[in-house]
């Protein structure tokens, strides 16, 4: 069993950066591909990118492509969510979750993932 925990989280302004970790607080990754999703006040919740724990190997969503970057921090145990230029419109809860490569059916999907942090909020100011 994976127990996750977000941080990093805050008001930003536009335009700025801001990195979100997601570690362990029991268990640990190995063998997990790791997943981040955020959802914005009234939307549904959107893949925004996940890496695979035991090779680095990551993959993002479409609309975050290019702005975003996830990487595995050894010292901290930790996956991490970089994301640059924010906009008003990354304003959301953002939420990581474990779940087994093994799994059959879509990476994109939160039904994919079985263990899953509480989120953390995520506000870029105009």
């Known amino acids: 069993q994976v127990q996750l925990v977000e941080s990093g989280g805050g008001l930003v302004q536009a335009g700025g950066s801001l990195r979100l970790s997601c570690t362990a607080s029991t268990g640990s990754f190995s063998g997990y591909v790791v997943g981040w999703f955020r959802q914005a006040p009234g939307k549904e919740r959107e893949f925004v990118g996940c890496?695979?724990?035991?090779?680095?190997?990551?993959y993002y969503g479409d609309s975050v492509k290019g702005h975003i970057a996830i990487g595995r921090d050894d010292a901290e145990n930790a996956v991490y969510l970089e994301i640059h230029d924010l906009k008003p419109a990354d304003t959301a809860v953002y939420t990581c979750a474990a779940g087994d490569p093994l799994n059959s059916g879509s990476i994109r999907s939160s039904g994919w993932y079985f263990y899953w942090g509480l989120g953390t909020q995520v506000t870029v100011s105009s």
């Open positions: 890496m695979n724990w035991s090779n680095a190997f990551t």
